[in-house]
């Protein structure tokens, strides 16, 4: 084996499955053709050989529906251009509603992909029977089809990938097991083959189900296990045509497929199996699991009820297979935060098939580029956290998270395993308040409140769910009088050194080189002007600073900080998130309980919006932030987290004087959207720029220096940008509004929402999304005020009024009085 084994490769790729293929194939059609794949076993082994093939193009996302879309498009032309069959049709797909929830579900997703660009149709009972005569459908409120939906053979798919990167140069090598990933001074240098290596200056962890154990090698955290996977394969039977669609009945955990005149019927259900935890044996290659008739008959009784014609047709095949879920059901794509050079492509959830000729095209792009040709931030590795590759953990999350594909996609679902990873000081005096906590980043966090009826815990629906009416009374709350919320999962970093300053200025878009004790707040751009973070900078020191971003970013901005600092730079970054737990007052009245609690001046003359001091609360010292995220006057209080308890009661006794209430994070984000306040992730991303998000005011753009992104941002004010960033408020008061709702005007669709909530102050809700013109013209005022406008909601146009400015408190004087 090592004769044939090269002395070095541009890329080395590990693991021959579609994904690992299919990133060689575009590869080399970019033009880097010295590529290298090596497969431990054989071609499509693991996991990719017994996927069921289904080609969906919908997914959560625009971007990850692009990845789908592309991959259809690939798939078919592959045959033709590679002469290697693939056994692609195009036969549609029909997903079933049995009950007006899932409806609701099904016609909100009609709609997004509507925006999207994909061909959906809302279709009665009746003509689903059409479609799919094998069905019953008795039970069946509604579906929807997407008729350029189809099938795939997925050994034959990775077949013809291979065959296409062969062709352009790449070489691919099976039965060439990697045992080590090489690196120096945080890089990737290459491979180790047993004794044998092979330099590398990008290598490329394909794995799959043994993406966790590749990851080791270079102590890189990859979250996936695998979980059991089940289908059956039916004898020949009448009626089984095939241009017969896909079939989803996601609330009886089943797809069916036609299979040359058979049924493979598939399942997803509620509580999986997880496999693997003590380790993939070393032989694992085209292994079949023990199948469990027990764990199957449910949903195969189910299915006999949806297509009668099963109760008296044979199984052929009984089959149980191994595939990979991560812990938040989306995959893993991108550089690793902690090795330079070294990227990831796995973790599928049962869509490697679909995705795979799209996560080719853009991992090939990113390779190339060092940077992401689009917003991946859903499925970028750097969204994990380190305890995440637990073992327990995964096991026990990955439990939920397969059946979850089927589920119905509740608005603010919170999952029900793995949870209490993370913890603030305060959680228990939390928990005794009535606090109903959601997950984020592994923290345990306050979502609302109820000390009362109804019960601490949620009831789902895309209606007004149970905690309504609580949250609607903390955000009036923090209108009218004083709120409490607990944000200590804020990622907290420490920037020292007598260079400090100096990287910060050119990392940061807004001026940081201010006095001390002052909190600025700036992004983060890339070469092209897009937003890479959205954070607030506090110095507290001549050579040190405090920077404070959300609880999701904190992997992705840390290192994102660390990679732009000079290698001869005196300037040291030290993540210091667990190191304060973080209390925010908000309301007109925070400055009367602050004043009550600490011999502090908190005067508007003293205490200026933007100031952050140290100041006295009970027997701590702790620092005060004047700064909001609700539209209010209020203050983050940074309390050294041994001290934070005493600081909660001291708030607790002071604040009982006025009416001071809990408020969670739902009501944090009705307040903020009254006040059209961004979020990092969804109305902003790496795509976006300050001058099309309206953040021109926190850019320094003659700051000395200058700043990353500087010269893209100034040709694009010049230009005009062709979006904006616009708020919206529906008139119908009823309708909700969660994200990815198309935005109409003038009778054309032209963008979605990137976040939606409820304004209680506003009376209706409230939703951010970008503007376009159709034609490609410059997105101005004018533009924006001319048209008319309607947000479409689960297939209905709603009437909206669109503002640049935001519609509460557009001068922002309540925060700066």
């Given at each position: ?703 000395p220096g200058g700043f990353i992104g500087r010269e893209s941002l100034l040709r694009q004010r010049e230009a005009g940008p062709r ?95």
């Amino acid at each position: 084996m090592s004769k044939d084994l090269p002395s070095q490769a541009s890329v080395v790729i590990i693991g021959g499955g579609v994904v690992g293929s299919s990133i060689a194939y575009h590869l080399v059609r970019l033009g880097i053709r010295d590529v290298l794949l090596l497969e431990r076993k054989q071609l499509s082994s693991g996991t990719t050989w017994h996927a069921a093939g289904l080609v969906g193009q919908l997914r959560a996302t625009k971007n990850l529906t692009q990845l789908a879309k592309y991959s259809t498009e690939l798939y078919a032309g592959l045959e033709a251009e590679t002469g290697q069959a693939t056994g692609f049709k195009q036969n549609g797909s029909l997903a079933l509603a049995i009950h007006g929830e899932r409806l609701e579900e099904l016609r909100r997703g009609a709609s997004m992909a509507r925006v999207f660009g994909l061909a959906v149709e809302e279709i009665t009972p009746s003509e689903i029977q059409k479609m799919h005569p094998l069905i019953n459908v008795d039970d069946v409120v509604g579906g929807v089809f997407l008729p350029k939906d189809g099938q795939i053979n997925p050994s034959d798919l990775t077949q013809a990938l291979v065959k296409g990167a062969r062709a352009g140069g790449a070489r691919i090598l099976e039965n060439t097991a990697v045992t080590d990933i090489l690196t120096a001074n945080g890089k990737v240098t290459g491979v180790a083959v047993g004794e044998s290596q092979i330099k590398a200056d990008i290598v490329v962890n394909c794995t799959g189900m043994w993406g966790r154990s590749v990851g080791a090698m270079t102590q890189t955290s990859i979250p996936l296990h695998a979980c059991e996977h089940f289908y059956v394969v039916t004898e020949p039977f009448d009626g089984v045509t095939p241009d017969l669609p896909v079939l989803r009945d996601q609330d009886n955990f089943a797809y069916y497929k036609e299979d040359a005149g058979k049924i493979l019927l598939g399942a997803f259900e509620p509580e999986a199996k997880p496999w693997g935890g003590s380790g993939i044996p070393e032989g694992f290659c085209f292994d079949e699991l023990p199948n469990d008739m027990d764990h199957f008959m449910p949903v195969l009784e189910r299915a006999m009820t949806r297509m009668p014609a099963l109760q008296d047709v044979g199984i052929r095949t009984w089959f149980c297979g191994p595939e990979s879920f991560t812990p938040d059901n989306r995959y893993h794509l991108g550089e690793v935060p902690e090795v330079s050079g070294l990227f990831v492509a796995c973790g599928f959830n049962s869509i490697g098939i679909q995705s795979a000729g799209g996560v080719g095209k853009v991992m090939a792009e990113w390779i190339r580029d060092r940077h992401p040709p689009l917003d991946l931030w859903d499925v970028d590795i750097r969204r994990t956290m380190p305890f995440q590759n637990n073992g327990r953990y995964l096991s026990e999350r990955v439990s939920e998270s397969l059946g979850l594909l089927y589920a119905v996609h509740w608005p603010f679902y919170q999952y029900r395993t793995a949870r209490g990873a993370r913890k603030s000081p305060l959680h228990d005096r939390l928990v005794s308040v009535g606090a109903c906590f959601g997950e984020a980043a592994g923290w345990e966090r306050a979502n609302w409140y109820s000390p009362g009826d109804p019960a601490p815990q949620y009831e789902y629906s895309f209606g007004r769910q149970n905690w309504f009416e609580q949250s609607a009374a903390e955000h009036r709350a923090t209108r009218e009088g004083v709120a409490l919320f607990e944000q200590s999962s804020f990622a907290k970093f420490q920037l020292a050194g007598r260079d400090a300053v100096g990287v910060l200025n050119q990392v940061c878009a807004n001026q940081v080189d201010v006095a001390r004790d002052r909190t600025v707040y700036t992004q983060w751009l890339n070469e092209r002007g897009g937003i890479e973070a959205d954070l607030t900078v506090t110095r507290v020191g001549e050579d040190e600073f405090l920077i404070v971003t959300s609880a999701t970013s904190q992997m992705r901005d840390f290192h994102w900080l660390q990679g732009h600092i000079p290698a001869d730079a005196h300037a040291h970054l030290t993540d210091v998130t667990s190191a304060y737990a973080v209390l925010s007052i908000m309301g007109p009245r925070a400055r009367d309980l602050l004043a009550s609690m600490t011999t502090a001046d908190v005067s508007n003359e003293a205490f200026p919006f933007g100031a952050s001091k140290l100041v006295e609360i009970g027997y701590a010292t702790v620092r005060a932030t004047r700064l909001t995220y609700v539209g209010e006057l209020g203050w983050e209080l940074y309390i050294s987290s041994e001290f934070a308890q005493g600081v909660y009661d001291e708030i607790l006794k002071a604040g009982a004087v006025f009416d001071l209430r809990h408020a969670g994070y739902h009501a944090l984000d009705s307040l903020r959207m009254e006040k059209a306040y961004r979020h990092w992730g969804h109305d902003i991303t790496d795509e976006e720029t300050p001058v099309e998000a309206g953040l021109n005011f926190a850019v320094a753009w003659d700051k000395p220096g200058g700043f990353i992104g500087r010269e893209s941002l100034l040709r694009q004010r010049e230009a005009g940008p062709r979006q904006r960033l616009v708020q919206f408020k529906l008139t119908d008061p009823e309708k909700l509004l969660y994200h990815n709702e198309p935005i109409w005007r003038d009778g054309v669709i032209v963008g979605h929402l990137r976040s939606g909530s409820y304004g209680h102050t506003l009376g209706a809700a409230v939703g951010l999304g970008y503007v376009r013109d159709p034609s490609g013209g410059v997105v101005d005022a004018a533009y924006v005020a001319d048209g008319r406008y309607a947000i479409e909601v689960a297939c209905e146009q709603v009437p909206a009024a669109a503002s640049l400015r935001p519609l509460y408190d557009p001068k922002s004087l309540r925060i700066r009085n």
